[in-house]
């Protein structure tokens, strides 16, 4: 969005860090917000209360950083007093950076001020999920993505292509990869359908899983989850 030239210092740029500033003071106003003297990035810190239940708050110290790549690429949230230790289980990563979306399936879009917002929300509300995991003895409220990408990727692929056997996901997995099908050939689902009418949209829609790192291991990691549910 900013083209090669983002660390300049230029006036939308100072113009958003601003908006920014001010939707953060509306919804966490005891932190603070410094826009980086060179105008490539800026940094938030300090206390949001959280709501836990009872009519108490609870301040949590964060960290916001937003890095050269901003708006484009989402800032970073980070546990800022160490308050909890690193736990997969709590999404909360080995350098107390807050997980809380799965990169390129649910990364939040930070076109406007008010998107930032949104995502201040989330992240209020994460927090709050913290205490709840807490009371119930270790365990996520309600959905999350599974640990390490390959398994979080085989989550989203089998809910995008909603199958529930691993002889149907199999099938349909070198399709994602790139194969070619016939619009018109049945689909390898076994639906008896053909492929147009059936998965061939879903797969189009998961190419992109092709081109990560890790996508091997994806067919395994789906197994597994399948295996698990039955
Ligand atoms: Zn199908």
């Given at each position: ?162 199958v529930?056997?691993?002889?149907s996901?199999?099938a349909l ?14 689909c390898p689902c076994g639906s ?6 059936c998965h ?31």
């Amino acid at each position: 969005m900013f083209g090669r030239f983002a660390h300049t210092l230029t006036r939308s740029r100072l113009t958003r860090f601003e908006e920014d500033r001010s939707t953060l003071a509306g919804l966490a106003p005891r932190m603070r917000h410094y826009i980086w003297a060179d105008g490539r990035g800026a940094l938030a810190e300090g206390p949001i209360d959280i709501d836990i239940g009872a009519g108490c708050f609870e301040p949590v110290e964060i960290t916001i950083v937003f890095d050269e790549g901003y708006p484009r690429v989402p800032p970073r949230f980070f546990d800022r007093a160490r308050r909890w230790r690193p736990d997969d289980d709590r999404h909360l990563m080995d350098n107390h950076e807050f997980c809380l979306w799965l990169a390129r399936v649910d990364t939040p879009k930070l076109d406007t001020s008010e998107q930032f917002g949104e995502l201040v929300l989330r992240v209020i509300a994460f927090l709050r999920d913290q205490f709840v995991f807490d009371d119930l003895g270790g365990r996520w409220p309600g959905r999350d993505w599974l640990h390490g990408g390959s398994a979080a990727y085989a989550q989203h692929a089998l809910e995008t292509l909603g199958v529930s056997s691993n002889e149907s996901f199999r099938a349909l997995w070198p399709l994602v990869l790139g194969q070619r099908l016939h619009a018109n050939a049945s689909c390898p689902c076994g639906s008896g359908l053909p492929y147009t009418r059936c998965h061939r949209a879903e797969v189009n829609s998961l190419r992109w899983l092709a081109r990560l790192r890790k996508c091997e291991r994806i067919p395994a990691a789906a197994e597994h989850q399948l295996r698990d549910a039955a």
